[in-house]
């Protein structure tokens, strides 16, 4: 059974940093990128940022560029998202998620096949 877990969110003042954790267990894929994803009240899922497990790309959406760094530590089967700079904007439940097969971007919830529970960042001004 496939199981993605996040943590690691909390509330931060502007300025501040979080790391976010996805781990995850029950894969049997080749290939897949893990994605993470955030939805703020009233909006849409987005996708920030994803890594694949072929080469290590990633993509960062233009909102985050600069200030989010993605990770994977694959002994640990955990993927972090290092958020520096918090704005009061990236206030959001986070989610992470795994698209099975080639990476594609930018992230789409479409393509992602499951996804963990949601960690909440809240970012004050």
């Known amino acids: 059974e496939v199981q993605l877990v996040e943590s690691g969110g909390g509330l931060v003042q502007a300025g501040g940093s979080l790391r976010l954790s996805c781990t995850y267990s029950?894969?049997?894929?080749?290939?897949?990128?893990i994605g993470w994803f955030r939805q703020a009240p009233g909006k849409e899922r987005e996708g920030i940022s994803c890594i694949s497990s072929s080469d290590g790309t990633t993509y960062y959406a233009d909102s985050v560029k600069g200030r989010f760094t993605i990770s994977s530590d694959n002994a640990k089967n955990t993927v972090y998202l290092q958020m520096d700079y918090l704005k009061p904007e990236d206030t959001a439940v986070y989610y992470c998620?795994?698209?099975?097969?080639?990476?594609?971007?930018?992230?789409?919830?479409?393509?992602?096949?499951?996804w963990g529970q949601g960690t909440q960042v809240t970012v004050s001004s």
């Open positions: 029950g894969f049997t894929f080749n290939d897949y990128a």
């Open positions: 998620g795994v698209d099975v097969g080639v990476m594609w971007v930018p992230p789409a919830v479409g393509l992602y096949d499951y």
